[in-house]
């Protein structure tokens, strides 16, 4: 018997369903695990229509299954890990950058977290059994960081074409924190044309703080961090891919700016985020990277080296 499909949800028409369907809401068990305010605005329908499917679609879907842990691990099988060209970086992440989650580096300006992530836009495209993806990225640009020169460098130090590595980097510059929000929506279409299995953001709360000024606007600014990681988090799972995310920290060590190595996003981010790397610069070039934050992964600390050719150590 086929399964039922969004569809067959009573009060869901053909354009509802489109509406749905490219909001990234692909199945029944989407909607059954959605609220009624966000299904509302999107769909563009009242919360008591929206309530009401949300309810047939609870009874239409296994809302309610448990599965064993030996199920969970057979699932935690299919994760990969992506290499940072740092054996002790690698070592510090567990094998890695993981796919199926959200992995972020926060530290101040010049810490190297920008160079973190172009590393890896280059390291998803080798083969597997070299700690590679082999797969497109995209990469959202919101500080206007990107520099495809120095993807040239890191290419060629590994003996990739860096012509070729470049036309599988996908990248958009966000202009605001509302276009980059698009922007992570539009990647789900991105995924579906090409293999993407890595989603940088750089940097993930650069707008979001410039515009939502004051302890007024806290609360909005939060609202709208929490769907943005949210979607972040979708995405890693329905593409078993890899999201890496730069952030920025407190400014000041007083009591107004709070403490200077604590990154910005608060509990929002700190919950939705599974691995956490702080980034601190130390002498010839070298960065001390210190995770503080993993599902299964003691903290510690690993030194790093950033050249010409990339990130190394």
Do not use: W
Not at 57 to 72: E, H, L, P
Not at 255 to 270: E, S
């Amino acid at each position: 018997m086929a399964e039922p499909s969004i569809e067959d949800l009573p009060g869901v028409g053909p354009t509802t369903a489109e509406k749905l369907m490219e909001a990234g809401f692909t199945d029944i068990m989407a909607i059954a695990v959605c609220s009624p305010s966000v299904l509302s605005s999107t769909a563009d329908i009242g919360e008591s229509a929206a309530t009401k499917i949300i309810n047939a679609a609870k009874d239409m879907a296994d809302v309610g299954g448990f599965i064993t842990g030996m199920d969970i691990l057979e699932k935690r099988k299919e994760i990969t890990k992506l290499t940072t060209m740092s054996k002790a970086l690698n070592s510090l992440l567990g094998g890695g950058v993981e796919t199926q989650a959200i992995s972020e580096f926060f530290g101040e300006f010049g810490s190297g977290k920008t160079q973190i992530v172009h590393q890896l836009a280059v390291t998803a495209q080798l083969p597997k059994e070299e700690g590679g993806l082999e797969a497109d990225v995209i990469f959202i640009d919101t500080e206007n960081t990107f520099r495809p020169e120095r993807i040239v460098q890191m290419s060629a130090a590994i003996d990739l074409d860096p012509e070729e590595v470049l036309s599988k980097i996908h990248v958009a510059r966000a202009f605001n924190s509302h276009h980059q929000m698009l922007l992570t929506e539009k990647a789900f279409d991105v995924a579906k044309e090409y293999n993407i299995r890595l989603l940088i953001v750089d940097s993930l709360t650069a707008h979001f703080r410039a515009e939502f000024l004051g302890r007024g606007a806290l609360a909005e600014r939060q609202q709208k961090l929490n769907k943005h990681m949210h979607d972040l988090q979708r995405f890693t799972d329905l593409n078993n891919a890899a999201v890496c995310v730069t952030n920025q920290v407190m400014s000041k060590p007083d009591v107004f700016f709070g403490d200077p190595t604590k990154p910005i996003g608060g509990h929002i981010v700190g919950h939705t985020c599974t691995f956490r790397v702080y980034l601190r610069k130390s002498k010839g070039g070298k960065r001390i990277c210190r995770l503080i934050d993993s599902p299964n992964m003691p903290e510690g600390e690993a030194v790093i080296m950033i050249s010409e050719d990339g990130v190394r150590g």
